[in-house]
């Protein structure tokens, strides 16, 4: 069975600093998807990772993707306050399953 | 383009009431899902249509939830009966290729 881990789970951001969120996954994959969910709201897709040392970016986040770690990392520069949410990671199986990790809220404060 | 529809938004019921949840996925989209979201966690799979049919329900309480996509268009979700477990906010997501949009769920709370 497809295990996802993130860490942290929460996370305090001070305004204009730099974090990281990474995802670790149990089995092979060749595809994962970052989201971000605010409170009450459903999941907005940010970025789909598609391959070995893919990299994405989006304004101030950033995503990474190594298969051979089955580790992806998700990089805020410089946080803001409305970065404040939770950010799921989820990876694909060999059987097209998706599994999702327990996501990590972030909380950015001034 | 429009989206991922679903409804109810809300619903609240008592424990060994039956509910259903419907959603209409985005027009072409072949692949459906139906996760279940509980408080403070990640989403969990329910079931994975494929068109109408079923590609994985591996992890669906089948003796008490039920799912069906007729005409592999618009989706229900049905409880019967209902468990105080069951409260959660139940997502509908359909895909074309490698990108997943979700609707914006229902939350059902089972007093």
């Known amino acids: 069975e497809l295990k996802v881990e993130q860490n942290p789970l929460f996370l305090s951001m001070q305004e204009g600093k730099n974090y990281t969120i990474y995802c670790n996954y149990s089995t092979t994959s060749d595809r994962l998807y970052w989201y971000r969910q605010d409170p009450g709201k459903s999941l907005e897709s940010l970025f789909v990772l598609l391959s070995n040392g893919a990299v994405k970016q989006e304004g101030r986040l950033m995503a990474s993707l190594d298969t051979k770690a089955r580790l992806s990392t998700l990089h805020i520069t410089a946080a803001v306050h409305d970065l404040s949410a939770t950010y799921f990671c989820?990876?694909?199986?060999?059987?097209?399953?998706?599994?999702f990790g327990a996501g990590t809220t972030v909380t950015v404060r001034a | 383009e429009a989206g991922v529809a679903q409804s109810p938004r809300y619903k609240i019921i008592e424990k060994r009431q039956s509910v259903a949840f419907w959603c209409n996925p985005i027009?072409?989209?072949?692949?459906l899902y139906w996760y279940q979201q509980i408080l403070g966690q990640g989403p969990k799979l329910l079931i994975q249509?494929?068109?109408?049919?079923?590609?994985?329900d591996s992890q669906l309480p089948k003796d008490r939830f039920s799912a069906e996509r007729l005409k592999g268009v618009d989706s229900t979700l049905k409880i019967q009966p209902a468990k105080l477990e069951d409260s959660a906010v139940y997502l509908c997501?359909?895909?074309?290729?490698?990108?997943?949009?979700f609707g914006s769920g229902t939350q059902l709370s089972v007093l």
């Open positions: 027009s072409g989209h072949a692949t």
């Open positions: 249509f494929q068109n109408n049919g079923v590609v994985d």
């Open positions: 989820a990876v694909v199986n060999n059987d097209y399953k998706l599994s």
């Open positions: 997501a359909s895909s074309l290729n490698e990108k997943l949009f």
